[in-house]
């Protein structure tokens, strides 16, 4: 019995230096900013963090799809309402969720808007796993960087106050027309998707509802990603979700995407051209909800219309 107990204080003993070191690791190697130069990860994306406590209308989370094609700057522009777009390069739910998380921490958001292609995208339990302990020990996340260690990254304390001028968007002009042949030709089938991203994206909605804000689902337009298959499923569990769903591929006459010369690569992604089109069209929806208040001219928000005179004068054409 001595024996047993003096085995099970040493795995106690073990448990408890390793937790010491991972939490002693974690804090070291966290970027001391949310800046890329600090070695934060996806830090368009982190500009979240950035932004002044409860001024974001809009929250959008998904993969590239959604970084190419909403500009928040747009609908600043034309409406006076403030989106940002927590985007990253194939976006799986449970990150997209830990965005949200870190969202509503400092953000009272009335729509959140999920880009539909991530609810296509598989992942795996171990995926989960890695994202919880990445959220909760920064050395998971952030390991590799030891190679560029500096004396401020001794401090340990963060740096909040990196902006990001275009709330998440990420600019392209490049043009390579598509083949739309074949492109959302009707049928009544249906493609499936994992059990696990349903799972999550309930858990989404669940949380949106918890800090007030609504899910809207949302398809932009994608001559690679996207056909009627999808549509009719993501169509069926949006009514069972009971939340709105804008499907962009569908709405020809109201996003009149020009698959010659709005796409940057062959239909998958929007260039700043098609990007234009699918933000005026989300500023419009946003305007139909009737629950936003017109910014312009609030001094509170003026970093908006500074945000704009930055971004026009840096790609040389108007919003």
């Given at each position: ?73 747009k ?56 994202q ?22 001794w ?36 493609e ?82 098609g990007?234009l089109?699918v ?41």
């Amino acid at each position: 019995m001595k024996k047993i107990a003096k085995t099970a204080g040493r795995i106690v003993c073990f448990a408890l230096i390793l937790l010491v070191l991972l939490l002693g690791t974690s804090l070291l190697f966290q970027p001391k900013s949310n800046s890329k130069d600090a070695g934060m990860l996806d830090a368009t994306a982190n500009g979240i963090l950035s932004e002044p406590k409860n001024t974001i209308d809009v929250l959008i989370v998904g993969d590239s799809e959604a970084y190419s094609a909403f500009i928040p700057l747009k609908v600043w522009k034309d409406y006076g309402y403030t989106p940002y777009v927590c985007a990253t390069s194939a976006q799986i739910l449970c990150y997209s969720y830990e965005f949200l998380e870190k969202t509503f921490q400092t953000q009272k958001p009335k729509i959140v808007m999920l880009e539909t292609n991530a609810i296509y995208r598989s992942f795996s339990y171990s995926d989960i796993v890695t994202q919880k302990l990445s959220e909760k020990l920064s050395v998971f996340r952030y390991h590799n960087r030891w190679k560029t260690l500096s004396f401020r990254d001794w401090s340990f304390g963060v740096d909040l106050s990196n902006t990001e001028i275009n709330k998440g968007y990420i600019y392209t002009n490049g043009i390579n027309p598509a083949n739309v042949k074949g492109y959302m030709r009707p049928t009544e089938m249906r493609e499936s998707f994992p059990n696990k991203n349903r799972t999550y994206v309930e858990k989404i909605q669940k949380l949106c509802e918890q800090n007030g804000a609504k899910l809207v689902l949302v398809s932009t337009p994608s001559v690679k990603n996207w056909d009627m298959r999808k549509h009719n499923a993501i169509m069926d569990f949006s009514k069972q979700l009971g939340c709105d769903y804008l499907d962009m591929n569908t709405l020809r006459k109201e996003v009149p995407i020009d698959w010659q010369t709005d796409t940057r690569d062959k239909g998958d992604h929007m260039n700043y051209e098609g990007a234009l089109k699918v933000s005026s069209f989300i500023g419009k929806y946003c305007e139909s909800l009737g629950v936003f208040k017109d910014k312009r001219g609030d001094e509170k928000y003026s970093g908006w219309d500074n945000a704009v005179k930055t971004f026009t004068e840096s790609i040389g054409k108007d919003l």
